[in-house]
């Protein structure tokens, strides 16, 4: 099982924390982003196919799309790809946020 990441101003000081990271905020981030699109609906398939509605923004990584899920002012991706981490440490830098695990 693939560990989960939060990109997140929670620890921030000077109020950072209480504004968290707005879905604006993450369009008008992202669409800078050549290799980030957005979109509202993020679709499994495998066996079973499965729709999941949210804020994704799907990070084309090779023949790979990642999604970076926009939630109640968090950033949320699965690391089971290893090219996650550099990616979302850039992605947090840049934002003025940290990152968790869990």
């Known amino acids: 099982m693939s560990k989960r990441y939060r990109i997140t101003r929670e620890f921030k000081e000077n109020g950072a924390s209480e504004q968290g990271i707005s879905l604006e905020e993450c369009k008008q981030y992202f669409s800078t982003k050549p290799d980030f699109a957005y979109t509202s609906v993020f679709t499994v398939t495998g066996a079973t196919t499965m729709s999941i509605e949210g804020d ?23 690391g089971s790809n290893e090219a996650v981490i550099p990616k979302m440490l850039e992605i ?6 940290d990152v968790l695990e869990g």
């Not at 947090?92 to 946020?97: M, T, V």
């Open 56 to 78: 994704f923004f799907m990070w084309t990584f090779g023949d790979s799309k990642i999604p970076f899920r926009h939630y109640q002012g968090d950033i949320y991706v699965s």
């Open 92 to 97: 947090a830098g840049e934002l003025d946020a």
